[in-house]
């Protein structure tokens, strides 16, 4: 299967007064469309700076990134990116949260917005559009910030700790319902996370990157023997110990 997203030695150093300090060196890997990808590392490593370089956000100082249409051919597809909160503007309603990146991006055409009602439909939130988010569940926030993200149709979905932020029972629930959604929407994904118990539950595979400067020291394909797989269920597979221990030691080898 072709790549939706290849990285190819991508180097970066972060400059100060003080210096360069090299954050990472000679990244690669491949993202296959509708994959599931969790990135570990240690705090500090360069994840989410990673994930801004994905974005274009930020320059890499070497290496390239090429995104590939279904066809093969080349080209800069529409990201998504939900960082750590979810920045909903409390004056405004959840159905305006929602519209707020069409308005931005001067896309408010009647397909536009009967897909955001769709998605508020379909996701059980509809009954609360005219709520302000304040109103809302900490899970609750994370959905609509999500469709917000949907509605504009990214190709590839940049998650930077979308669940830190949420006490650790809200967050098993959130993890399920943002998987199912992102599943449902044949979307493709990259996670920074640091909870390794979260890594593999939503994982199709994980990078795990070594210490500044970082390298892609491992990559784990995630193979559960589950019916059906959501985050919440993953946790009582067989094997979800075994990855969790060889996390641990490798993120923990020396």
Not at 35 to 56: M, N, Q, V
Not at 96 to 119: I, P, R, S
Request: net charge negative; charged share 25%; aromatic share 8%.
């Amino acid at each position: 299967m072709q790549p939706i997203l290849k990285l190819n030695n991508i180097s970066y150093s972060y400059h100060s007064i003080h210096g360069e300090i090299p954050a990472l060196d000679n990244i690669s890997f491949d993202v296959l469309p509708g994959e599931f990808i969790s990135l570990i590392g240690p705090s500090g490593c360069g994840k989410s700076t990673l994930l801004s370089i994905i974005a274009r956000l930020e320059t890499p100082e070497g290496g390239t990134i090429s995104f590939y249409h279904p066809d093969g051919s080349i080209h800069y597809p529409r990201i998504g990116y939900m960082l750590q909160r979810d920045h909903l503007f409390e004056w405004r309603s959840v159905y305006k949260n929602v519209l707020l990146g069409l308005e931005l991006n001067h896309k408010l055409t009647d397909e536009n917005l009967e897909k955001a009602d769709e998605m508020l439909r379909k996701y059980e939130l509809y009954q609360f559009k005219d709520k302000k988010p304040s109103e809302l569940s900490g899970g609750m926030r994370q959905r609509v910030a999500l469709i917000r993200t949907l509605v504009l149709e990214p190709e590839i979905l940049l998650l930077d700790e979308p669940f830190s932020a949420l006490d650790y029972q809200t967050r098993l629930s959130v993890a399920d319902d943002i998987y199912t959604i992102i599943k449902n929407e044949q979307k493709t994904a990259l996670m920074v996370t640091h909870d390794l118990s979260e890594a593999i539950s939503l994982g199709d595979r994980i990078i795990v990157l070594s210490e500044r400067p970082a390298t892609v020291q491992n990559i784990i394909p995630i193979k559960l023997s589950l019916e059906q797989k959501t985050p919440f269920t993953s946790r009582s597979a067989p094997e979800f110990k075994s990855y969790f221990n060889m996390l641990w030691k490798e993120l923990h080898h020396e």
